[in-house]
Each structure stands twice: as C-alpha cells, then as structure tokens.
C-alpha cells in the first residue's frame, strides 16, 4: 500500500483527505489480462509512431496539451478532491502544465534533433549522431503533482518517438486518468495509454520484458525497488526520487526574504513537495530576529476546506501522512525540541488536517532532521554563521535534491552552492521556480538516479548512434 489506499475487490478506494468520503466513481484496477493487451498495443504502435517526422510528433504533443484546456477547471477540482491541494494551487498545477506546449516543448524538440559533426568542405568527413528511441516506456507518476509531473516524463519520452505507459499512484488515479487522456486524444492509438493500481500493478508492468524504460518521480524506497527490478534486463532508468532539503541563512541576508521563503516553500501544497525547505539553519547571531519573522509570516497561513478561497493550507494526502509527520513532531519534542508556534485547523477525525507548526532548537540527530517530513513544518536550527559549517550542515543528509543559501554576498554564495551535494542550489530564492527551462532536474545521493528536464533530462528517453561518411554526408 503507498500511503494507505486499500484496493477491494479490484477496486481502489480513493478517499477524500478532507473529508474522509469514498470519492466517486470507483475507479478499477487494471487486471493482468487488460495490462497485457496494454502493453501489446503500445509495442504494436511504437514503429509507427517513430516514423514520424520529430516535427509530427511535436505538434501532436501541443495539440494533446492544447486539448486539455478545456478541462482544466474539472481537472484541478478532481486534484483537490482526491489530494487536498488548494484550489488555487491546483489551478496553477494545470496552468502550468498546459503552458508547457509553448518554448518549453520546443526545447524538447531541439534536444531530439540530428547533430552534424564535421562536414563542409568538399570530401570532408561527416558523420551524424542521431536518436533511437527505447520502445515502450513507463512512467509512474505522483500524488503530490498528480497532474504537473507527468509531462515532465512522459512529453520527452514520446517526442523521442517511444510509446508511453502511464500508472497514475493510487491516491490520484482520476487526476491522471483525467489529463493522460486529454493528452492522449491527439495521438495514434496506443501512444499513450493508462493503467490503474497500485505497486502490485506497476511491478507486473515494469518487469514484462516488452517494457524498455521505467521513469519515476516518487520516493526513494520505491526507486530502490523499482532499480531491482529492473536490473535483470538492464533497463534504463530515470528516478526523481525523495529530498530533505536544507536552507541556510547567513547573518547579512535580507531576513524579510529569507524568513517568507522559508514559511512558503516549508508549507506549499502542505509540504508535500520533494524540494520542500524542510531544514533551516539560521546564524545563531540572528536566531531571535529570524524566528519572530518566520512567526510573522506563520501565522498568516490558514488551515481548512481547500475548496474555500481563504484557505493556504488544505489537509494532508493521507493518515498515512500524517501519522507519519506527528510522530517526527512529537519526537522532536521529547527530544527538546521548542514549539513556537502550532495553527488551528479542523477537529475531524476522518479527515487528513494537520497544523502548520514552527520548531526551533533541533539538534542534527532528531528524525526530522534525517527523514522526509513532508508536511506543514517550519524546521529551525542554528549554525555558527561560518561557511564551512554551513556547507558541512546542508551536506548531513543522505538526500541531495535541492538547497538553499541566502546572503547578500553572491560571491560567497556562489562559494557555498558549488560545495552542497544537491542538483539545484538556488540563492535567495526558490530555485525551481526561478531556474532557467533548460536546467536539469537531478538529484545527487539518493535523491534520484538520471535526470529529467533541461537538453540533457530530455535525451534521456532516447539512444544516441553514430552515423558515420567518409566522404560529406547526405543531405
């Protein structure tokens, strides 16, 4: 089970997190038989659909993204029902997935195409370095961007001309369903297709030996799994996986900043984000100062009904979840941890809410500052205000997807970014909100395996070959 869901009698049972309701319609699992038809049809269509010029494929791709549009408001309220997401997170989740047809699928196109080395003068050797796709390849999405993450994986691998496999997770299968299938109708047949379960389904899928390539965004004990798998044929593999992400705060930061980034990007989409800030180290020179600000700005968060227009902070994905962040919580605590600050939010047993909550005075060895909190926590510690022990404290994990530095000296934190193990170090800001298109998304240590996105991610779905003239090359 990911995250508690029960599957009944080939049924999964999607819960409302804010409500604790059966959401409805039911939606069925995949049977073995319908998954080999599945894949059979994707193998059957994938010559075909390689054929085509990378042009071709291209515009069909910005016609499935155009086709969603039009669903977009059912789409980000079918986000919010099954996950919690706000209403107006959601909205943006679709928006920007829908945005991706513009300069950012281009680039995508521009990754694909042939490279000529060499050339020019009359006999002079040429070659060409050209891209095969894979075949079939699955994608197996999250909960968190049932909907945002998908293209992120699946758009690069049809481009390359593969054919996709998408397993929604079972905590936002409708979610999926909802946008694959928009995506799907400007497509041949069999090019995209969804399959509904849960890890038992994605384990018969991943490991037919008619699946080539296996891209995942999920946790790293799944990664790990799905590596094994996946090793008896040598599969090729791209896994964004789990992250407990540092951000550091020097002394001559502009600390309005600082301490706002560090409440938003602690508690966006409830903290149900891989490159969440879930580890704030402030200079012990400013610690008072500092933590009064992250007050300040805590204390403006409202938890409730996502669905209403002044709520910041839905309920979390499951009780699984939630469990799960008490506990690190009220370890902490024990282990004398301060809580400065702990929000209302709804009394409902069978809903998933819990508070936003500021802690202070946590020490390295706590659970929370090791494990994936995801949840509504600000988590503040202190270091010496030296770069050597600011770089030595966001390196105290065995995670390394995204961090954070904050100074108004970029010199010295261009210093300290070049030494964090991480894939994305942004400076005085969020970094995947700021970050050019082109950027790779990668995680260093066990925080992922390969990359997506940017000219390096893109290729990823794709094999390089060689084509060599001794002579120019053909035009």
Not at 31 to 36: K, N
Not at 45 to 55: G, Y
Not at 250 to 258: E, G, M, P, R
Request: aromatic letters at 6%.
């Amino acid at each position: 089970m990911v995250q508690g869901v029960v599957v009944e009698n080939g049924v999964i049972q999607n819960i409302n997190p804010a409500t604790g309701q059966l959401i409805e319609p039911a939606v069925n699992v995949t049977s073995p038989e319908e998954l080999e038809n599945i894949i059979s049809a994707a193998n059957a269509s994938q010559p075909s659909w390689s054929d085509k010029t990378l042009s071709e494929r291209i515009e069909a791709i910005r016609q499935g993204l155009i086709a969603v549009e039009p669903i977009g408001d059912e789409l980000a309220s079918v986000i919010t029902e099954e996950m919690g997401k706000v209403s107006a997170e959601a909205k943006l989740e679709v928006s920007n997935a829908i945005g991706l047809k513009d300069g950012w699928l281009d680039m995508v196109k521009e990754a694909n195409e042939d490279v000529h080395l060499g050339g020019g003068e009359e006999g002079k050797a040429e070659s060409i370095v050209v891209r095969d796709p894979l075949g079939v390849v699955v994608v197996i999405s999250p909960w968190n961007f049932p909907a945002g993450e998908i293209p992120f994986l699946a758009i690069p691998a049809l481009a390359a001309g593969n054919t996709v496999i998408v397993k929604p997770s079972e905590v936002t299968p409708r979610s999926g369903e909802l946008f694959c299938r928009a995506l799907a109708s400007s497509l041949p047949e069999g090019v995209l297709q969804v399959v509904q379960g849960d890890g038992k389904t994605g384990e018969q899928l991943i490991s037919s030996d008619d699946i080539h390539m296996v891209a995942m965004t999920g946790s790293t004990a799944t990664g790990k799994k799905i590596m094994n798998v996946c090793s008896k044929k040598l599969k090729r593999l791209v896994l964004e996986l789990g992250g407990k992400d540092p951000m550091v705060v020097f002394k001559d930061a502009d600390l309005d900043n600082a301490a706002n980034d560090a409440v938003a990007f602690s508690l966006f989409n409830c903290g149900q984000v891989c490159c969440a800030v879930e580890r704030v180290y402030v200079d012990e020179s400013i610690q008072n100062e500092f933590e009064q600000k992250v007050l300040d700005v805590a204390k403006k968060y409202k938890v409730g009904n996502p669905t209403d227009a002044d709520t910041t902070i839905g309920p979390l994905a499951s009780q699984v979840q939630r469990e799960n962040i008490s506990k690190q919580v009220e370890a902490a605590v024990k282990e004398g941890a301060k809580v400065l600050y702990q929000s209302d939010c709804p009394d409902d047993r069978h809903a998933n809410f819990y508070p936003v909550t500021v802690l202070s005075s946590l020490k390295q060895v706590m659970p929370i500052q090791n494990l994936e909190t995801f949840g509504p926590v600000v988590a503040m510690s202190t270091f010496d205000g030296t770069e050597e022990a600011a770089i030595e404290m966001a390196n105290s994990s065995e995670f390394g997807l995204a961090s954070y530095v904050y100074t108004t000296d970029l010199t010295k934190g261009s210093r300290v970014a070049r030494k964090i193990r991480s894939g994305q170090v942004g400076i005085n800001c969020y970094s995947i909100l700021e970050a050019q298109p082109a950027c790779p998304w990668i995680g260093h240590k066990q925080s992922g395996f390969g990359s997506h996105s940017g000219m390096d991610g893109f290729r990823s779905f794709s094999v390089p070959k060689s084509i060599v003239f001794t002579t120019n090359a053909p035009k």
